[in-house]
T-cell receptor
């Protein structure tokens, strides 16, 4: 199993640009989670999907953030326009079922200058 | 009050000692509890989970759960320098929404 695959690993962009982060969950996992990690705030849940349906997006910081899961093997997190305070590591994780532990991807380190 | 609280550390122990990492949670109805290890610059990795009161052992790791006290801990026996990492406690809440709430993590340093 290839695990949870995220791309890109690193992204440096200028303020105001659109950023798209991608995630491929583990095959057979039906829950997918997007987290953001910073030194100050730790790991914060942004949004999660169950069977491709968004269940809880209360952690999405503002309208600049959006996420989609068009099918069971792909999800995107988009930031438009990006701001320097969005700089963080963004993790995607998937889980076989809602009460199981998660498997995390390697993360995308986003730097907005 | 934070939903999941951990002492940020660093917790420093000598090689071969027992490291004790602690976590408290606010949702009394929480059902499942997880410990993740995160090396610097890497992603969190699941190392233990526990659902019932008491102890659960896996190799050098023991997870302990006390739901009455809303307390979960992780013991690492015979600590090794390779155990040096940040340990994250995570809790599934009683709302059964499926989402894990993470603590801020405790940084463990094992000194040779």
């Amino acid at each position: 199993d290839a695990g949870v695959i995220q791309s890109p690993r690193h992204e440096v962009t200028e303020m105001g640009q659109e950023v798209t982060l991608r995630c491929k969950p583990i095959s057979g996992h039906n829950s997918l989670f997007w987290y953001r990690q910073t030194m100050m705030r730790g790991l914060e849940l942004l949004i999660y999907f169950n069977n491709n349906v968004p269940i809880d997006d209360s952690g999405m910081p503002e309208d600049r953030f959006s996420a989609k899961m068009p099918n069971a093997s792909f999800s995107t997190l988009k930031i438009q326009p990006s701001e320097p305070r969005d700089s963080a590591v963004y993790f995607c994780a998937s889980s076989r079922a809602e009460n199981y532990g998660y498997t995390f991807g390697s993360g995308t380190r986003l730097t907005v200058v | 009050q934070k939903e999941v609280e951990q002492n940020s550390g660093p917790l420093s122990v000598p090689e071969g000692a027992i490291a004790s990492l602690n976590c408290t949670y606010s949702d009394r109805g929480s059902q499942s509890f997880f410990w993740y290890r995160q090396y610097s610059g890497k992603s969190p990795e699941l190392i233990m989970f526990i659902y019932s009161n008491g102890d659960k052992e896996d190799g050098r790791f023991t997870a302990q759960l006390n739901k009455a006290s809303q307390y979960v801990s992780l013991l690492i026996r015979d600590s090794q320098p390779s155990d040096s990492a940040t340990y994250l406690c995570a809790v599934h809440g009683s709302s059964n929404t499926g989402k894990l709430i993470f603590g801020q993590g405790t940084t463990l340093q094992v000194k040779p």
